[in-house]
């Protein structure tokens, strides 16, 4: 938690940018970026340098738990990924935001709203992940 904590302190940039940025952390991409923000409760615009720990310490455990996620289901097929086999993952079965503009969300039920931060497709739930 202090290598992100670390990471996150001195970022102007929204949480979801820095977090897009794999000097901030490898191996975090557009959908699992969307996916821990949802389940730590942040909204992507957030200056990440305004997190404060318990907050950091949610993300943490948010990105975790979407890894894990994307890693039981073997990542998610949208277009051309697939497994070495050929078989598609079915990650994108458990999205909580990532490609649900307007479906309710599962926690409170409120629409899913889409934005774009640092160029990219953004989903995340405006009553749970207030700015």
Known sequence: ????????????????AALLDQRT????????????L???RIHPLRP???LAGDEIKALREGIKKA????????GATLRD??????????MQKEFKVYGRDGEPCDRCGTPIEKTRVAGRG????PTCQTR
Not at 67 to 74: D, F, T
Not at 122 to 125: E, L, S
């Open 81 to 90: 990924y697939r497994q070495p086999d050929g078989r598609a993952g079915s």
């Open 122 to 125: 953004t989903w995340y739930c």
């Open 25 to 36: 952390l490898a191996g975090l991409g557009n959908i699992y970026v969307d996916e821990a």
């Open 67 to 74: 890894l894990a996620v994307g890693i039981a289901r073997q």
């Open 48 to 50: 990440a340098r305004e």
């Open 38 to 40: 949802w389940r730590a």
């Open 1 to 16: 938690m202090k290598a992100l904590s670390a990471n996150l302190a001195n970022r102007k940039a929204p949480v979801k």
